[in-house]
């Protein structure tokens, strides 16, 4: 997919007149009540409502579990709660986020569509469809599933629905946004590896298992070359999304129903979400993203651009502590930062004049080097973090200043409009601090990490000081890039306070060698050998010769459960296996009762600290809902 020309249409937006100037910026992503609306809110005008609803059908997949245990976990499955579906079905919707975010990519600049965000996720409601049950989809696929359907309720200023599809322009009006689902929305990177994700516009290697819904675009085709601005530039799949869907998940086809709903007060305050704070932009940190975060381990080679940029402290196997950062426009005026030669057209732009985005020739784009700083244990990271893009990727507000689209749907102009925000999820390169030199030998050690978004004041949080022409004025700074250039720094008129909703810190605890995010509990019912979650390290390290295919003989119990036997690279600079993720595993291999052979390919040398020659053994219940058994590996001689 190709990224089309964007174009800024400003919405005539409601006014909101906030009680007493309430500053409620750092509550912006929590559900009002109704009372809390009606006191902190007076309309002089209507605002405009749409009704979002979806008709789907969710399940789990059992094809990778022994086939003699499926009637069991099928059974068990069909009795969760029904909050264990309606989370999967919420899960499998937001897979929408991709396409309805850059929507108007898809369609092209000559159709004028622009985005259609889903509401809020507290605003997606599910109701299910009869109850769970087994069933084939595609004539090949073990499936618990069951049907749901999906309801929200955007709000937003009156003019906002026409200017992102002009079918919504009347109330009635209605627009259908095509999607292909896969029915089992967890371990979909497992199951289809690149063939789903659009990489457009992203750092290579920034996939995750865990952030699916960032990337997911099921018209991803096979393309002629790796491209930055194709669906895949780290690895090129052998088949189109939709066939390795239908080949290793099933799908179905589906739409997601846009309708114009005539002005209705009450609705309004019942699903209005965040307050906008009245002096310009004010960005906000949202708590609940930054809340996510997760111990990995990742091999870094000499020259790699993580190297080069300073985001790991060495070469070689790092264990890297990553998380999330999300900032939202809680003010009620745009962000705004203006074009970036992002994609080297050789046109200069007045942030690429001032230096404020430095070029980096290892990932061959722009960075902001002023986007945020980091502590771990109140220390200043030794690593750095930069901004690549400046994007409005989600709009978890819902209130009449907040339009459903903006302008900053690509790298070449950037801002972050009001109620939408900036995101840079925790899979990303460099979003995370090298903790390789912690020592949790002794057991576990829990310290804060804090993050602080905008410690420069790169970015105007408050009213911009403009020229006469109405071009942003610039001032020099203390700050020089990497030749040794002036920084120099739009001038802004700030806010009173600005920086007090920029900042958060919480502590975070590293566990002991060989533990990372694998090794914590599933939480969102996923199970077999594909997951990367409920693992425990059994096995430090068996020996093998490198290079060559290595055989295991692995038993369990006769009355244990199914297990599972994961094969991870063994460290020796660190002393400890890598907690890998399936991607990344040697073999993840069902284990029954009596004997089971494990075959793997034994790690060759990477470095003279890393000779190779040996592995670490992860193992798990392949349900995790049962009991976890021991289990006996010996290589086969």
């Not at 920034?206 to 675009?217: I, K, L, M």
């Not at 200043?401 to 840079?424: A, F, K, T």
């Not at 029954?592 to 390919?601: E, I, L």
Request: glycine fraction near 10%.
């Amino acid at each position: 997919m190709n990224s089309a020309a964007h174009r800024h249409v400003h919405a005539g937006a409601t006014t909101l007149l906030v009680a007493g100037l309430l500053s409620l910026a750092a509550c912006a992503d929590a559900e009002p009540t109704a009372g809390e609306a009606t006191k902190a809110v007076a309309l002089t005008t209507p605002g405009a409502l749409v009704r979002v609803t979806l008709n789907g059908q969710v399940g789990v997949l059992l094809d990778e579990l022994p086939v003699a245990m499926r009637d069991r976990v099928a059974a068990e499955l069909a009795a969760r709660p029904v909050k264990f579906w309606q989370e999967r079905a919420k899960a499998q919707a937001n897979l929408a986020t991709y396409r309805l975010v850059f929507r108007q990519s898809f369609y092209g600049a000559g159709t004028k569509k622009k985005q259609l965000p889903l509401p809020p996720e507290s605003q997606r409601f599910v109701t299910l469809q009869g109850k769970p049950k087994r069933a084939k989809i595609g004539g090949r696929h073990d499936y618990v599933v069951v049907g749901y359907a999906l309801q929200g309720t955007l709000l937003t200023d009156p003019n906002s629905p026409a200017t992102s599809e002009a079918k919504l322009g009347k109330v009635g009006g209605f627009w259908d946004e095509p999607m292909t689902y896969p029915i089992d929305p967890e371990l979909l990177f497992q199951r289809t590896g690149y063939a789903c994700m659009d990489e457009e516009d992203f750092p290579p290697n920034s996939v995750e298992s865990e952030e699916v819904d960032t990337f997911y675009d099921h018209e991803c085709a096979v393309e002629k070359e790796l491209s930055p601005r194709g669906c895949h530039q780290t690895h090129m799949p052998a088949k189109s999304c939709k066939q390795a869907l239908a080949d290793h998940v099933g799908s179905y086809d589906t739409v997601v129903r846009f309708t114009r709903l005539a002005w209705d007060n009450n609705l309004a305050n019942q699903v209005r979400v965040g307050y906008p704070s009245p002096n310009g932009a004010d960005l906000s940190l949202e708590l609940g993203e930054f809340a996510i975060n997760r111990v990995t381990y990742r091999y870094i080679a000499p020259g790699a651009c993580e190297l080069k940029e300073q985001c790991v402290g060495g070469t070689g196997w790092r264990r890297l502590l990553q998380f999330a950062t999300s900032d939202q426009n809680v003010g009620n005026q745009t962000l705004s930062i203006g074009k970036v030669d992002y994609y080297l057209t050789g046109e200069q732009t007045l942030n690429d004049k001032y230096h404020i985005f430095e070029f980096d020739q290892c990932h061959q784009h722009y960075h902001f080097t002023h986007y945020g700083s980091f502590t771990f244990g109140g220390d200043v990271a030794t690593t750095a973090k930069r901004g690549f893009c400046l994007q409005s990727t989600n709009r978890p507000s819902n209130h009449e200043l907040s339009p459903l689209h903006n302008p900053y749907g690509g790298c070449d102009i950037q801002g972050v409009e009001v109620g939408w925000v900036d995101q840079y999820k925790a899979g990303l390169p460099c979003q995370w601090i090298d903790v390789t030199d912690v020592d949790t030998s002794k057991g576990p050690v829990t310290k804060d990490l804090g993050f602080i978004s905008n410690p420069d004041g790169f970015l105007c949080e408050g009213a911009p000081v403009l020229d006469a022409v109405g071009n942003p004025v610039f001032e020099p700074t203390q700050f020089t890039n990497a030749s040794g250039q002036t920084v120099y720094r739009p001038m802004c008129t700030f806010a009173p306070n600005w920086q007090a909703n920029n900042g958060h810190a919480y502590p975070v605890t590293l566990p002991t060698p060989g533990n990372g995010y694998v090794t914590a509990a599933c939480d969102r019912g996923q199970l077999g050998p594909l997951r990367n979650c409920s693992w425990k390290a059994s096995t430090p390290k068996v020996t093998c010769t490198p290079g060559a295919v290595t055989k295991l003989s692995c038993t369990v119990g006769d009355k244990a459960a199914p297990q599972v036997v994961r094969v991870c690279e063994f460290s020796h600079k660190l002393g400890a296996g890598t907690a890998c993720v399936h991607a990344e595993a040697l073999a993840s291999q069902a284990v029954s009762a009596g004997t089971s052979t494990v075959s793997f390919t034994c790690p060759a040398a990477r470095d003279a600290q890393e000779p190779g020659g040996a592995v670490a053994l992860y193992d798990g219940a392949a349900y995790p809902g049962d009991a976890a058994a021991k289990v006996k590996c010996t290589v086969v001689p």
